[in-house]
């Protein structure tokens, strides 16, 4: 089955430690996403990716960094600069072109909680 | 300015009744709309979209939705709620680019 596969599901991290978040698509899509989501604000972009190599900061890109070396894959790192980086975060993909109708398909999410 | 606004955090309805939750926007272009669905600790799934063919879109698991561009709404409507709709339902809201506008979300309680 095609979808979006995100690692690790629960993952605690110590102040001052960067993580890395896994996410691996085999839907052939150009476009992925990370979002934060924190209880009653909805989610927000962090990062976006279009193509291989190449990404956009969303709007809370500060803290965070990415890369997209292969289509499959957008690992997203929390780095220590991140001041607040407990949330729920979701990896998204989506087509691009003229079949893009703005459609996302969202992985499991990754709960990163900082003790 | 876009934006996606969801009236009500929290919405509690018995089982069997009607379920309806609102959501309205603003957008300067012709819209596209979602409404996702999210179980705890799982990823967003898709209800149902208005890509601007017919207003009354109909989703997956009983559920639709109308959009109205007078009234700049697309609510989120079922007929007769099961325990198994407890779960928490974004609009959101695509006017192209890689932008989405998410809603803050409403939590859905279904009662015995």
């Known amino acids: 089955d095609g979808g979006i596969t995100q690692s690790p599901k629960y993952l605690f991290r110590k102040e001052g430690q960067n993580v890395t978040l896994s996410c691996e698509q085999n839907l052939n899509h150009d476009a992925m996403y990370w979002y934060r989501q924190d209880p009653g604000q909805g989610l927000r972009l962090i990062y976006y990716?279009?193509?291989?190599?190449?990404?956009q900061k969303g709007d809370i890109a500060e803290g965070y960094s990415v890369s997209r070396e292969k289509k499959e894959s957008f690992p997203l790192t929390v780095t220590s600069a991140q001041k607040n980086p407990t949330a729920f975060y979701l990896c998204?993909?989506?087509?691009?072109?003229?079949?893009?109708?703005?459609?996302?398909?969202f992985g499991e999410g990754s709960r990163l909680t900082v003790l | 300015a876009q934006s996606v606004t969801q009236l009500g955090s929290h919405v509690s309805v018995s089982e069997g009744a009607l379920v309806l939750l609102r959501c309205n926007y603003s957008?300067?272009?012709?819209?596209?709309l979602f409404w996702y669905v999210q179980y705890p600790n799982q990823g967003l799934q898709l209800l149902l979209k208005?890509?601007?063919?017919?207003?009354l879109v109909k989703g997956i698991n009983g559920f639709e939705a109308e959009f109205k561009k007078s009234e700049t709404s697309f609510h989120l409507t079922k007929p007769s709620a099961h325990m198994s709709d407890a779960a928490e339902y974004f609009c959101a809201l695509y006017t192209g680019g890689f932008k989405t506008i998410f809603g803050a979300g409403t939590r859905l309680f279904v009662k015995a």
């Open positions: 957008s300067s272009v012709p819209p596209y």
């Open positions: 990716s279009q193509i291989v190599n190449d990404f």
């Open positions: 208005y890509t601007s063919a017919a207003t």
């Open positions: 998204a993909s989506s087509t691009l072109g003229q079949v893009n109708t703005g459609e996302l398909f």
